[in-house]
């Protein structure tokens, strides 16, 4: 409970929920801040540096991903789509239509295997 909220997170594995758990209560006895938002230790947040566009606009999907109807979601991918490819580094990389094609898909927070393609050219572009 965070500023008397109640938070909860599914996991694959009762083993994972209760490592979480764990690192949680380590937390708690480390006596560290706790954000608000996510119910998480401060210190477990990226900084803003360390957060490429890509990665925040990832994040930032996943976390409102639950709450939105299908056309909602297509609309925030398409848009963050569009962001992502304007604040990208100018390093050549596969035409607009592909790039574009593996946003589209990547972004997605139930992505299953992105493109090899659009994979190196994120790891390449170090998207900030």
Request: include cysteine.
């Amino acid at each position: 409970m965070v500023d008397g909220r109640h938070r909860s997170k599914c996991f694959r594995t009762r083993a994972e929920a209760e490592r979480y758990r764990s690192l949680l209560l380590t937390a708690v006895h480390r006596g560290e801040r706790f954000d608000p938002a996510t119910g998480e230790p401060e210190s477990w947040q990226p900084t803003v540096g360390d957060l490429s566009v890509y990665d925040w606009c990832r994040r930032w999907l996943g976390e409102q991903w639950t709450e939105w109807q299908p056309r909602t979601r297509d609309s925030a991918v398409e848009t963050l789509t569009k962001v992502v490819m304007l604040t990208a580094d100018a390093i050549p990389g596969p035409d607009a239509v592909v790039l574009r094609r593996h946003l589209m898909s990547s972004l997605r927070p139930d992505a299953v295997q992105p493109e090899r393609v659009g994979e190196a050219w994120h790891d390449a572009t170090h998207l900030r």
